[in-house]
């Protein structure tokens, strides 16, 4: 069975609500300032369910799509066209490779010159050969028919970006309608605002208010006719905060009937708390899969222990969804699955237990890499390791300076086999999956003597803690806060 995705906006957050299965959700958040988050939760029908997991965006095999849209409805416009393309520019030169572009120009119709998915270069080509030759203002009706094109593009985040001086002829269309459009596909709208000699009255309110209500952002160049410095450093990034949380609700199931009503799912960041609805609809557990035993006749002595079953069923129910809203110190962690053997490092090894890690130079509070790599060559957020639903793993390069290397080859970013060697600029370690390691906690290279110090053992993670592995011990730590251009 298909779900159809939900698009949720917020007071200093959007949500995408996605549906895998009758019990599993998904919900991508991205907020409105850089904030990380640090739990989730959901309530329902009087009980909380703890999120399965949290993988921050962008991750492995993520994408943002970015359209253009810049009017040249105006011969007079030529000049502000030409500082359009030369905007673009400079906010696609050296984009992260998850970033994709494609560029539209609107007058009387909206008209897409090179589609979503290209490469930055073909854009940037594109706008620079764009003619101020229309007649006809049509922004919102145009801004509408853009976002239509993004909607249909299967990007994780995607936003429209206005070139416009926000005046508009349109005949039934306000900004109203793009907000809307907007926020039901949960596209960022972005709004930079040029004059010209012709046109002295502007209407970037209307710009501004659309980039405020979508999550998206707002600058204007008129006087000057360039945009802030600061508005075209890296602006996408706004978009690119949060990720996608998961929700696993089979405990919810009953036997007794559908489960249906309204929940919310409550986000904790370091900034305060985010409350999102949600519509929860849980389909009516058969009883016989709630009491595990083969079905009854119609006697009334199996009808007896069909009740019985039905009470220690809603018995049992009820202990574990307390369980698992508030799970023991010494719950046991989730199972290895995967390890790295750094060979560099005094045969160290770090142990995967959650779904994805990101490795690199930078430590807490600034960075939140799972790895901590203490060598100068390794980038402050250098690459991640995610683990696929059929169990195959994907490694990816971060836009670190001095690249992932998988076997001797360069890669962005490509699966992961066991055995694979990698190294992160000087940093090396052989990937083992569990089920071909037979000895995964034990450290390649390593002293058999039990007595051998502490420091010349393995180092593993227990699920969400950080561990550090100094791959220079002769050399200092520096401090990864002093340098944030790796």
Known sequence: MAYEANHVALKGAFATISRATATTWEIDVRFADKRTVTSA???????????????????????????????????ARQAVVEQNARDILAVTTGAPR??????????????????????????????????ANGQI???YLSAVKAL????????????????TDGLSEDDGYTENHAIKRAQEAGIAIYGYGYTHIFKKKTKFGKLSLMARSTGGG??????????PANVLNDPFAKIETGGRINFDLHLARSPFAAQRGAGRVIVSTGKGEITIPIDVDIPQLPWQAALGQPKYGGTAAGLVVVALGLVIWGVRRRRQARE??????????????????????????FELRKGSVVLGRGASPNYDNDVILENDTVSDVHAAIRRQRDGSYLIADLESLNGVFVNDEKITSGPLNDGDVCELGEVRFRF???????????????DEDDDAPVENTAVSSPGPAVTTIITDPDEPADNPAEDTKR
């Open 218 to 227: 707002y600058g204007e160049a008129a006087g000057t006719g360039t945009l």
């Open 137 to 139: 203002t049509q922004l």
């Open 41 to 75: 939760r959901l309530q329902f029908g009087g009980d909380t369910y703890p999120s399965a997991g949290f993988d921050a965006y962008p991750g492995v095999g993520d994408r943002t799509s970015v359209l253009f849209l810049v009017d040249t409805s105006d011969p």
């Open 98 to 131: 998850h970033r994709r572009f494609g560029l539209a120009r609107f007058d009387n119709e909206m008209t897409v010159v090179v589609p979503l998915g290209s490469p930055a270069l073909d854009v940037a080509t594109a706008a620079a050969k764009l003619k």
């Open 432 to 446: 083992a999956v569990v089920a071909a390691a037979t000895s995964v906690a034990e450290p390649l290279g390593a």
């Open 324 to 349: 698992a809203a508030a799970p023991p110190p010494d719950e046991p962690q989730p199972d290895v699955h995967a390890a790295l053997h750094f060979l560099d490092s005094d045969g160290r090894v």
């Open 148 to 163: 239509d094109v993004l909607a249909a593009d299967t990007a994780q985040r995607r936003a429209l970006v206005l070139f």
